[in-house]
């Protein structure tokens, strides 16, 4: 499988996420279904840093389990709650994106299905 991003010059540009990836003779799409910032025992953790953390390492475990890496991903779908929880959520996943990264949508919602959550990543993977 190869992937391409594709962040074309009349389009603003990011490093956070791409504007699309292309994949060509992938054999395999993973899609995972929205992680959040709660631990396995159940317990939702303090603050949108700790919460963004968690969710990372959420959806890091499952691609493991689907034998997949960060490396795999092609798309990102990640809901905050509040937009102050913008900056902190980029600054406390910024050493988990892959190069390049993912495309990536981030939206502000009204709730999650909890109302202590703050985060929730969904994702796409291919290899």
């Known amino acids: 499988m190869t ?10 540009s990011s490093p956070f996420y ?3 990836i292309e994949v060509r003779d992938a054999g ?3 899609f995972v279904s929205g992680q959040v910032g709660m631990t396995p025992e ?3 953790l303090e603050g949108i840093e700790a919460q963004a953390a968690q969710a990372v390492g959420n959806l890091d475990a499952v691609l493991g389990e689907a034998g997949l890496t960060p490396a795999d991903l092609v798309k990102l779908t990640i809901y905050l709650t509040d937009p102050a929880d913008v ?3 980029v600054g406390a996943v910024a050493g988990t994106l892959t190069d390049p990264p993912p495309a990536t949508t981030m939206l ?7 109302p202590e959550l703050r985060v ?3 994702a796409v993977a291919a290899r």
């Open 28 to 30: 395999r799409l993973v």
């Open 3 to 12: 992937t391409t991003a594709l962040n074309p010059a009349a389009v603003p």
């Open 42 to 44: 159940g317990t939702v």
């Open 18 to 20: 791409s504007q699309a």
């Open 108 to 114: 502000i919602v009204n709730a999650l299905a909890s």
């Open 120 to 122: 929730e990543i969904e």
């Open 87 to 89: 900056e902190p959520f």
